[in-house]
Every structure is written in C-alpha cells, then in structure tokens.
C-alpha cells in the first residue's frame, strides 16, 4: 500500500512550473530586499538560497513541460541580478564589505552556472560508441 506514482499532464506541470516560478520570484526579491536594505544578514542570504533552491525545481519541471512559465523564471533571476548590479552600484563601499551580497552573488552564480551546465548536458545526443 505505498504511494503511487502520479502522472501530470503538460498542462498542470506548466501550471505547477509557473505558479513555483511567481513564489520564487515574491519571496527572492523579498529576502534581497531585506539582506540588502535592512541588514538581514546570513538568514536572509539563506532564505535566499532556499528560494533559489525552489527556482531550481521549477526550472526543471518547466523544462519537463516544454518550457511553459520559463518566461516568468528569466524574468526573476534577471530582476534578481539587477538587484545585485544595483546594490553595487548604488552603495559600492557598502556592498563590498557585506557578507550577505557575497552569499547571494555566489549562490546565484551557482544557479546560473546550473543551468548552462544542464542544458549543454541535455542537447548531446547520447549515441553507443562504433566498435572499429
């Protein structure tokens, strides 16, 4: 009597994909907001990860679903990174000594050196080697 496997259509995986994609994008701008302006700190750099964690899961069950709500995932992460160029911009000597900038910055290049590493990985075709 275990669970069993349930099969989403495309649809509601699109669904699922965009409406994960608007929660990350709510709660990673607000923990930007709040590490940034506010001194949050290491939680928020952590609230931060989390959310990008969940960015992450939406990525993939965007791409699973054939790419539905990718649009609202780009926008996110590109608001995201104008945060971060705007916080150094605006308040360099600031930010350059902030330990929650630093985490956020390198939690973000690890989410889009993620997705660069994912899709390389996905478009080789994987063919057996030819004995010669």
């Not at 907001?33 to 949050?40: P, S, Y």
């Not at 990718?70 to 000594?97: C, D, K, Q, Y």
């Amino acid at each position: 009597m275990g669970l069993q496997p349930t099969a989403m259509s495309e649809g509601v995986r699109g669904k699922l994909a965009t409406l994960l994609f608007l929660i990350a994008l709510l709660f990673g701008n607000t923990s930007l907001i709040a590490g940034l302006e506010r001194e949050g700190g290491l939680p928020a750099a952590g609230i931060f990860a989390l959310v990008c964690l969940v960015w992450w899961i939406s990525f993939r069950i965007s791409r699973s679903a054939n790419g539905r709500g990718m649009t609202l995932g780009f926008v996110a992460l590109g608001l995201w990174i104008l945060n971060l160029i705007g916080a150094l911009v605006f308040a360099f000597r600031h930010s350059i000594g902030d330990r929650f900038f630093w985490a956020s910055a390198a939690v973000l290049l690890v989410l889009i050196a993620g997705i660069a590493i994912s899709d390389t990985q996905s478009d080789v075709a994987k063919t057996k080697p030819s004995p010669s």
